[in-house]
């Protein structure tokens, strides 16, 4: 059976017990949702210590099934002032599951100032060690430190010193599978602030000797399905341009239709965005003994990740995304990808998100603090974030806290929180998702673009942004995005894969239905009572009221619409 | 709002014009065409008349006349392999929604593989066919100018549509005097397909100025001339008007698209095998009062059209109900049967809800509207 680990920080004790039944049958953001909305009140301060931060498996944790092993973490968001789940890669969930542990619980605050660091040995044993010795350290030399004293064979998850700040705008990093480097974020929403409140610096998950063995309702009858997806998966994640590149071969698509951020969301188009397209960044990989095709976690067809180097062969970052790429370059008027490479290891490195704080040297230079398109400028700010100057801790904030602080009028947040590389004029039903999605403007819950009849018209967005949210719900409870997205043709498979692991019917309703639509429902419940209204599901003004130049567009969709969205 | 006008037939109209098809035909270069029509259309005469036209102009001749009603996957199927077989550089499709969207199912499969259940939905790649000429002998479905065609998928026991170029007709030939026999039955199903047609794409999300035009114009035809093609199917006038209300509402929902109550009409269809403009009919009046939430200000045009008079400050509410009351009227007019009265129990709404909502032109509704809602509408309309 599943374990669940709960680590009170004020008693500084861990408890190992079997996972709750009302869990079994859950994992990612379904879980997290359903231990919120029972145990976290909705309307606690997220750094108090009423709040609770959870990690957790999927579903299909400990399984063959490509991807599964996505690390969830949970919480209520210090950013957006209501229920987070950021789910993350890396190598951290399938440690976890050959552990057995389906869920981590972190709760209290520690009574006195102090880190601690959360070890997980061989054995399984569950230990919390003093940490203090690592006050300030940020997560590359953090994760090289650990590796000195625990070894190799293991995974960690992190915060750098934007978490131990409390900054809201702070990331909980990952290692990568094979590199053990610590570039894969569970990025958005302040996760790293509700660890640092916690004075919890590390977990370190080390490889079991013995391997934890899944309980199947009917092994022989699972394998042959998740042997069938899997297939599916790889033949088509052969022809992705995810795989084959990397998520940047998204710019060749967005930059020339408008869906590109420009300059903070001016709606502009941005001629050089080939400068950080897809074949500089090939090139560049080619020439600097760079890599793509890496796959951050055991298993996975997609292999989306990279290793990218600097101009003299040097590691400089990797996990190096479509989003960051976007917004540090493009929405800053910046065209040089070595110089957002830099940003992205900063980023990594003292832990945070990329997307908050692009978007926030964006909004610095709409107000004029710094000038369009000056790397050196921008790079300037993220070591004031890093040295926790008092601009610099501002800026940990993230872009609406500085936006309104610079009396920036155009700050492009909803529920708090930045949106993602995707302009919600000339990709409306992203919009949508961006206004209603109960995790902020997140593009993940849901992005629309291609799939309805035109991005920049009404028709059929809503719908399409509703099919695409519930989806994303079961999606992060079972597995990676990317994979999950080639298996559209053969959906109903997923709900005979839960009957062959849990039992009961194969019926797929207990995916969509059981895992998508409630996890929505709970999620919106949660932020309800958390004080959120029916206005914190709009899109900042001027997308309604600026035209995008690049294709003439307002963001038109009336408030009707996004109202009963998620009417079932 | 930016919007793209789509306009894409050519069309000739006017009594007699079916007589140039020949002549028409051979000017878009055509030398062997395969004529798809129905059984009925033969027994009346119009097909030969046709099929004489063609010959006397010297066009070679391929006849398809297994047109079946909702026509089915398979036999578009077995008819495209005809045309693949024979070769034809045409076709020319007489009849009623049925026989012109069988042909493009065929036009869709000259030079992409079947099965066409693979192209369903908007296509933007598939490979051209050939020069189509569509002469309607309804007035109602106005497909001899859209982009689309409905079939029914065997396998999946629903509808579905292909929206692709390859769905577009070189020329449209619109006789009334070919709808003159259509008997008074199916003078009004097919007539409250073309209003369902008018008003859905009035309310649709994509709807423009152009297409709000056509619509209302068509509003306007149907509800003055409908009733008298009902009564007196002798009445060339009304039939023209009709044939033209129909090509108007036809343009509209290429440009406008149609909603909820096709989705319904879709999914009674396929369960029940009611005729496709009464299933269009049964629920549209309350179809219309859902949409006035958002859209009340096309609603109110529909009810102007239809010559309701409403107070300045009316609410949504008020439209709704005065476009459904004023709708039903219509529709009840020309002696379109009810869900009741076509026989179809009550507790079957409970079950067609959720397909309603499965439908694929669902994803067009102007607002969201989840299945216990449509299961209300239903209800509502059930004995209207």
């Known amino acids: ?568 | 709002m930016i919007t793209s006008y789509n306009v894409f037939v050519p069309s000739l109209m006017g009594c007699g014009s079916s007589l140039r098809t020949g002549l028409k035909v051979r000017e878009l270069g055509c030398k062997k065409v395969l004529v798809v029509y129905d059984k009925g259309l033969k027994a009346v005469g119009i097909a030969d008349t046709i099929v004489e036209n063609l010959r006397n102009a010297g066009v070679e001749i391929v006849c398809f006349d297994g047109v079946l009603p909702d026509p089915p996957d398979t036999m578009i199927e077995e008819a495209a392999e005809i045309a693949r077989n024979e070769a034809v550089d045409g076709i020319v499709a007489v009849g009623g929604g049925s026989a012109i969207d069988t042909a493009k199912g065929i036009n869709v499969l000259i030079n992409n593989a079947p099965p066409i259940m693979q192209y369903f939905g908007v296509q933007k790649r598939l490979k051209p066919g050939v020069p189509m000429v569509f002469i309607p002998t309804t007035s109602g479905t106005g497909s001899e100018v859209t982009n689309m065609c409905v079939i029914s998928c065997t396998s999946r026991g629903n509808k579905d549509s292909v929206v692709s170029p390859v769905c577009v007709a070189s020329l449209a030939i619109l006789d009334p005097e070919l709808t003159l026999g259509l008997p008074p039955k199916m003078t009004a199903s097919t007539g409250v397909d073309a209003l369902a047609h008018a008003v859905e794409s009035l309310t649709g999300g994509n709807s423009n100025p152009l297409s709000d035009a056509l619509a209302r114009e068509a509003i306007r035809t149907i509800a003055k001339w409908l009733p008298i093609a009902y009564k007196d199917g002798s009445n060339i006038e009304a039939r023209e008007q009709m044939l033209l209300a129909s090509m108007f509402a036809g343009m509209a929902f290429t440009n406008g698209l149609v909603h909820l109550g096709h989705s319904i009409a879709h999914t009674l269809g396929a369960i029940f095998h009611i005729p496709h403009g009464v299933a269009c009919a049964v629920a549209l009046p309350e179809v219309i009062e859902y949409t006035a939430r958002t859209e009340y200000k096309k609603v109110r045009m529909i009810c102007e059209c239809l010559g309701v008079e409403l107070p300045e400050d009316a609410s949504p509410e008020e439209i709704g109900a005065a476009a459904r009351n004023a709708l039903r009227a219509l529709i009840k007019s020309v002696d379109i049967p009810n869900m009741k009265e076509l026989g179809i129990p009550i507790e079957a709404i409970a079950k067609v809800a959720p397909l309603v909502i499965a439908d694929a032109g669902f994803a067009l509704v102007p607002y969201r509207i989840p299945a216990s809602k449509v299961a209300a509408i239903l209800q509502s309309a059930y004995e209207a």
């Open chain 1, 1 to 568: 059976m599943w374990s669940k680990l709960i680590i009170d920080m004020k008693a500084l004790t861990v408890t190992k017990e079997p996972l709750d039944a009302e869990f079994q049958e859950l994992g990612g953001r379904a879980l997290i949702a359903q231990y919120m909305i029972k145990n976290v009140p909705p309307q606690c301060d997220p750094l108090g210590n009423q709040n609770q931060l959870l990690f957790c498996n999927t579903v299909f944790a400990g399984t063959k099934l490509t991807t599964t092993h996505r690390l969830s973490i949970g919480s209520k968001s210090p950013l957006t002032g209501g229920i987070k789940e950021s789910n993350v890669g890396g190598y951290a969930a399938s440690l976890l599951a050959d552990q057995g542990i389906k869920l981590i619980v972190v709760k209290e605050l520690p009574s006195s100032e102090g880190l601690w660091l959360l070890h997980i040995d061989s054995k399984g044993k569950a230990t919390l060690k003093d940490a203090s010795i690592y006050q300030g350290i940020n997560n590359y030399e953090l994760v090289e430190k650990i590796h000195e004293r625990f070894g190799n064979k293991l995974a960690t998850i992190s915060i750098g010193s934007a978490g131990e700040r409390q900054y809201k705008n702070a990331s909980i990093q990952v290692s990568e599978f094979g590199s053990g480097h610590p570039s894969r974020a569970a990025a958005r929403g302040g996760l790293g602030a509700v660890m640092g409140s916690k004075g919890l610096k590390a977990i370190v998950i080390e490889k079991p000797e013995e391997r934890y063995k899944v309980e199947y309702a009917d092994e022989a009858k699972f394998n042959e399905i998740c042997q069938k997806l899997n297939k599916v998966i790889a033949e088509a994640a052969s022809n992705d341009p995810f795989h084959n590149i990397g998520t940047i071969a998204t710019i060749e698509v967005t930059g020339a239709n408008g869906i590109l951020p420009v300059d903070n969301f001016s709606g502009r188009l941005f001629p050089e965005y080939t400068e950080v397209g897809a074949n500089k960044f090939m090139t560049n990989l080619a020439t600097r003994g760079g890599r793509n095709k890496l796959a951050c976690q055991p298993g996975c067809v997609v292999q989306c990740s990279n290793c990218y180097n600097d101009k003299d062969g040097n590691y400089l970052t990797s996990g190096f995304e479509y989003e960051t790429i976007a917004l540090f370059g493009p929405n800053c008027h910046i065209s040089d990808l070595d110089a957002i490479a830099q940003m992205d290891r900063i980023c990594d490195d003292i832990g945070v998100d990329t997307i908050e704080t692009a978007n926030t040297i964006a909004v610095c230079m709409e107000a004029g603090k710094i000038k369009w398109g000056d790397a050196d400028a921008a790079l300037s700010l993220l070591k004031e974030m890093a040295d926790g100057t008092e601009f610099g801790r501002l800026l940990g904030n993230g872009c609406e806290a500085v936006g309104k602080s610079l009396g920036c009028k155009r700050i492009p947040v909803v529920k708090h929180q930045a949106m993602a590389g995707y302009d919600p004029r000339n990709t409306k039903g992203t919009g949508i998702t961006y206004a209603t999605s109960p995790m902020g403007a997140d593009h993940t819950a849901g992005l629309t673009m291609g799939r309805a009849f035109d991005d920049t018209g009404r028709t059929a967005q809503a719908y399409v942004s509703n099919k695409l949210q519930v989806a994303m719900c079961f999606a992060d409870s079972m597995m990676c995005i990317f994979a999950f997205a080639h298996t559209v043709p053969v959906l109903p498979l997923f709900g005979e894969l839960m009957a062959a692991l849990y039992g009961g019917s194969p019926d797929f309703t207990r995916v969509s239905v059981g895992l998508g639509v409630k996890t929505l429902l709970t999620e919106r419940a949660y932020n309800k009572m958390a004080g959120m209204t029916i206005e914190d599901d709009r899109l900042p003004d001027f997308f309604y009221n600026e035209r995008s130049i690049a294709t003439g567009s307002k963001f038109d969709i009336n408030n009707v619409e996004l109202e009963v969205l998620f009417d079932f």
